[in-house]
């Protein structure tokens, strides 16, 4: 098939792409062309690459008619953060495509009421990203299940792989929280450190795209969790980190308010954003109805990610 990737360069597309090439499948990847994959990979030779800038387009109502000229059968779109961004795909792709795929995000949801979370949990969501997430889900099923429009929803949870820092133990970004366990150092945790993240390797959710549409029938109109099989609380995650560098942690707990005091203003944004969702989501359905199965745990992935800082060493210990 023709498939188009819109914003295929990025965490998942690095390994997206090969998987579809290798699958025989003709890929057409529409980016702004200011960055490479994550990863070198022999597939792209193959890859017909086309420079735009989304957001002028879409403001110019150009970008629908664009990605309707190159004549795709499948799109997968993993840089769609608007709902009016969505619904000019819609309108331009109707009846000309065999297949759409969505990429979401487990935070449609917002907090955490039952854990695992699965896909019938009703939609909560608070901040800008989970909102606009929440609607653009909302309308492509919609219009998938009045036969409308052929879509496809995936939720990835936090995206980890090498190349860019994880999520880390105190739920932020700062890669030097790693350094302070393989240190043996002090970690202050807000709370109690018993909120949760929920990561998910970009492989994995590469994996989960590629099984969408190989399972047309069964993905058609549904929205699936695409995470590791298992949350981790932040305690349990900085005790694991800890271990794999051969340390025993040593943890301090901090009300939230005087534990914001302790990083910087993004870093507590950051944090505060993880751990209002706390995010532990079932990946049942996408087992039963696709076949998804993430080859790693959230400790792999994280794990797999740190030792790339270690190695091109962006953080040293």
Not at 13 to 28: D, N
Not at 29 to 51: F, K, L, N, T
Not at 180 to 209: I, S, Y
Request: glycine share 8%; charged share 20%; net charge neutral.
């Amino acid at each position: 098939m023709r498939i188009v990737v819109i914003g295929g360069v990025g965490h998942v597309g690095t390994y997206l792409v090969p998987w579809l090439v290798e699958a025989g499948h003709e890929v057409i990847v529409i980016s702004r062309g200011q960055r490479q994959p994550y990863q070198p990979h022999a597939a792209w030779r193959r890859v017909q690459m086309v420079v735009a800038d989304r957001v002028a387009e879409d403001a110019a109502d150009v970008f629908g008619r664009r990605v309707r000229d190159l004549k795709p059968d499948v799109v997968v779109d993993m840089i769609c953060f608007r709902p009016e961004s969505a619904r000019q795909l819609v309108e331009a792709l109707a009846g000309q495509v065999q297949h759409f795929l969505h990429c979401g995000t487990i935070w449609v949801h917002g907090p955490t009421v039952q854990a695992p979370t699965d896909e019938t949990q009703p939609r909560r969501p608070f901040g800008e990203y989970g909102i606009n997430k929440a609607a653009i889900e909302a309308y492509l099923l919609e219009q998938a299940r009045r036969g409308n429009f052929p879509a496809t929803v995936l939720h990835p949870g936090h995206i980890v792989g090498p190349g860019w820092a994880p999520l880390n133990p105190a739920g932020h970004f700062n890669p030097q929280v790693f350094v302070t366990l393989a240190r043996g150092e002090e970690l202050a945790l807000p709370n109690l450190g018993m909120e949760t993240v929920h990561h998910v390797h970009a492989d994995d959710v590469a994996q989960a795209f590629c099984q969408a549409i190989s399972h047309w029938s069964t993905s058609v109109g549904e929205s699936f969790h695409v995470v590791s099989p298992a949350a981790l609380s932040l305690r349990g995650y900085a005790e694991a980190m800890a271990n794999w560098f051969g340390q025993e942690a040593r943890l301090r707990y901090l009300p939230w308010e005087e534990w914001r005091q302790t990083v910087t203003a993004e870093e507590a944004q950051a944090t505060w954003d993880h751990i209002a969702h706390s995010p532990n989501c079932s990946i049942a359905k996408a087992r039963r109805l696709l076949g998804y199965a993430p080859r790693y745990s959230s400790l792999q992935a994280v794990q797999e990610a740190v030792a790339w800082l270690l190695d091109r060493r962006v953080i040293t210990i």
